[in-house]
């Protein structure tokens, strides 16, 4: 079907070309970007608009785009907006909000033109946009093409198939996981109206079916570094960029082949895509948080520029997470999803599924197929429950999910913890009550049969489907601990599989007094640093050093704190250096009355502290055989 699809598309695409000035309008979009001619960090867009039979019309560009649950607003990148028609005379356009245009006399569009700045060093008031689905424009090294910072849609005509044009210098490549019509033509190929093209300009032809696959279609341009994996019948690209070449594509390569072998084996033995790209942006500059995206044929990934040695997990914790998207949402979704409006969306009750199995999916296979060890998948699920606890736990978590823009915007990070956790004990509990022959796996299987791309799911149905697929146990599960108030069971689960929790105990311990839920990441000079959010809530060693709230932290005992990849080896070394009956000071910026940051010194004599150790996780040794045999199945130790 999509094979069909792609040919039926190049044939309109060459038809919709056109070969002379002539002016017959297509349906569908034509747009082309020059990535070639950088001015004030912006380049422009060009569509060769489908044929408008309304007088007047809007253009948008997305509010939001899926899979980032996040306010955007693209249009707010946009400059110099015009619409033109047949003769080149502007046609009177109205900015109605940040991402839309309303056009007059539609039926005479012929053409819009308009400037794209880029979100990664443009300051602008509104949301941030998470780099993973943000765009980039930096000239001569890299462009980053999230589809949605970029092209737009009018009212009602998303279905329309788009012709995309990507002008570039000749030595560089797009990495994307769209399959080019044409690649590395000559400029003339296309037609130019102004100016000519220069010799070392190419132009790469993209066709998408509707303007769904066009968001779904990340493409980063620079100079090439690409490697590619084959795995079973499925090509996989890696295409990189790392500012100071600190990493290579085949590195990557290196790191995530077994990871998309086991997970192939995960999902059946079988990938459902002919090609997928994973696409890498490394920053050299100081960030707060780096992420990833999924789509359907990609994924695409900002992350700091380290040695691949220190970023090894990382990267194959990000690329499980993100490819195991194929299945949920990019597979298993509702309506909400399906039909997802860019400018008005609606949000499903589901996230537990789309991002919760799907981070579960990631540590579940690493451990099954022996790519970590199972104590070290116990520290991983240790570490998703004391994250978890900071969050609400006795919110429904289906309603966390369908307000997630909104009052529960904070709450989101949550999807990767206690989603995982629930994913996880629903993973057991189906085991169980199948003696271990039927897991989520298998009813994520036969919900990607039962629905699919193309069949979007009920959301307030898809509880009873799971139910008519399992057992009614699985039910009251769900309805209890997902669309119900109630706390995860986790001794109960861990104790299925032979797993012995501790949810607390109380262990006198010398600490350098910080407290995690106390301390948040501020900006000073430029750099992103530890400051004191939270003072009450120190341990006795932080309150006895008499932290304030806003205190930026600069030196323990003298020493510099490294803010860089050093970071977190200061901080063990400064933990494992401490002494009963010693010193432990620290040097701060602190605000003073009149505002100004003064470094401050702070000093206490060390003390044991009675810290609470929690949600201890460990195997235990006199499991029954039917424990085993569950542990078995779920984790195959
Ligand atoms: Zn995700």
Known sequence: MKKYQAILLLLIAGLALPASGQSKKASNYQYTVDLTHVVDDKVKVELLAPRISSSEITFYLPKIVPGTYAIADYGRYVADFNALDKKGKALPVEKINDNAWKIKNATRLHKITYWVNDSYDTEIDGPKIFEHAGTNIEENKNYLINSAGYFGYFENMKESPIVLNVIRSKDFYGSTGLIPQKAGEPVTSIKIEKGSAASDQRVDTYVAGDYSELIDSPLMYSKPDTAIIKVGNTEVLIGSYSPTQMIKAKDIANSVREVLLAQKEYLGGNLPVNKYAFI???????????????????????????????????????????????????????????????????????????????????????????????????????????????????????????????????????????????????????????????GLQN??????????????????KLFDEITALTKPEIGEF??????????????????????????????????????????????????????????????????????????????????????????????????????????????????????????????????????????????????TPAQLALRQSWINK
């Not at 299945?327 to 399906?338: F, G, K, R, Y």
């Not at 429904?396 to 909104?406: G, H, M, R, Y």
């Not at 009813?443 to 959301?459: Q, W």
């Open 280 to 438: 890498f942006y490394f920053t050299d500059k100081p960030v707060y948080s780096y992420g990833a995206l999924e789509h359907s044929g990609s994924s695409f990934y900002f992350m700091p520029e380290r040695p691949i040695e220190e970023m090894n997990q990382q990267l194959r914790d990000f690329a499980a997470h993100e490819f195991f998207h194929i299945v949920t949402p990019l597979t298993i979704h509702s309506e909400e999803i399906d039909n997802f409006d860019y400018n008005d969306p609606k949000m499903s009750q589901h996230l537990w599924l789309y991002e919760g199995v799907t981070e579960y999916f990631a540590g579940n296979m690493q451990v099954k197929y022996g790519l970590i060890t199972p104590d070290q998948y116990l520290d991983v699920v240790r570490e998703k429950i004391l994250t978890a606890e900071t969050f609400y736990d006795t919110v429904p978590f289906t309603d966390i999910s369908k307000f997630t823009l909104t009052e529960y915007k904070e709450q989101y990070y949550n999807v990767y913890q206690k989603g995982a956790l629930i994913g996880m004990c629903l993973d057991i509990k189906l085991r169980q009550l199948s003696e271990g022959k039927y």
């Open 478 to 623: 769900l309805k209890k601990y997902v669309s119900g108030p109630e706390r995860l069971p986790l001794k109960e689960i861990f104790g299925l599989v032979g797993v012995k929790y501790i949810e607390k105990f109380i262990s006198p311990e010398l600490t350098l007094g910080l407290e995690s839920n106390a301390v948040t990441i501020t900006e000073e000079g430029g750099t992103p640093k530890l400051a004191i959010a939270k003072a009450d809530l120190l341990n006795a060693q932080g309150k006895a050093l008499g932290f304030k709230d806003g205190d930026i932290l600069i030196k323990i005992n003298g020493e510099v704190i490294p803010y860089n990849d050093q970071f977190k080896a200061f901080f063990e070394r400064q933990q494992q250096g401490l002494q009963l009956g010693k010193k432990l000071s620290y040097t701060v910026l602190r605000k003073n009355e009149g505002g100004t940051a003064q470094e401050a010194e702070l000093s206490a004599d060390t003390m044991m502290v009675d810290r609470e150790v929690k949600h201890l996780l460990g195997f235990d040794d006199q499991a």
């Open 443 to 460: 009813l994520v299987a036969d919900l990607s049969k039962k629905y699919g791309k193309a069949k979007p799911f009920e959301d307030a």
